[in-house]
């Protein structure tokens, strides 16, 4: 969902109409109405203005996640936050479309791009292994 589409159903859910929001902030009713068509872009400022005033995230906002509400990261067990760190590195550096679960595509991996993603397997199991003895080491303490 875009910002605008946000916007606007976040302004509904309160009865406000273009104009209330507008008077709000000391801004135009036009204004509001490009934001909502995702015609013009807010400011940061304006962005956490607004995530105040309804009482839900810049990310929420700004469609970077659909929980305008998510729990805070000390809420979060360690393993979720884990899995939720991982999930973002996934879509930051665009593994999803370079087709990494696609099956097919491990398939056509020559014997070198093989060989290079072993050793990072490796690697990750070897940090993984030290981290337990350590942890294993301090719980023996």
């Known amino acids: 969902m875009t910002f605008g589409k946000r916007l606007r159903f976040l302004r509904k859910k309160r009865n406000m109409t273009q104009k209330d929001l507008a008077d709000r902030f000391n801004l135009g009713e036009s204004t509001i109405g490009m934001y909502e068509r995702d015609e013009r872009e807010p400011s940061f400022e304006f962005v956490r203005q607004l995530a105040d ?3 839900v995230t810049t990310d929420y906002l700004l469609g970077r996640t659909d929980n305008p509400n998510p729990p805070e990261k000390d809420d979060i067990p360690e393993e979720l936050n884990t899995l939720a760190k991982i999930n973002q590195l996934i879509k930051e550096y665009g593994i999803e479309q370079m087709g990494f679960f696609d099956i097919e ?33 301090d719980t023996e303490d």
């Open 53 to 55: 005033f309804f009482n």
């Open 105 to 137: 595509k491990w398939k056509s991996l020559s014997e070198e791009e093989i060989e290079e993603i072993i050793k990072h397997f490796e690697w990750v199991v070897h940090k993984a292994k030290e981290k337990n003895k350590a942890a294993r080491e």
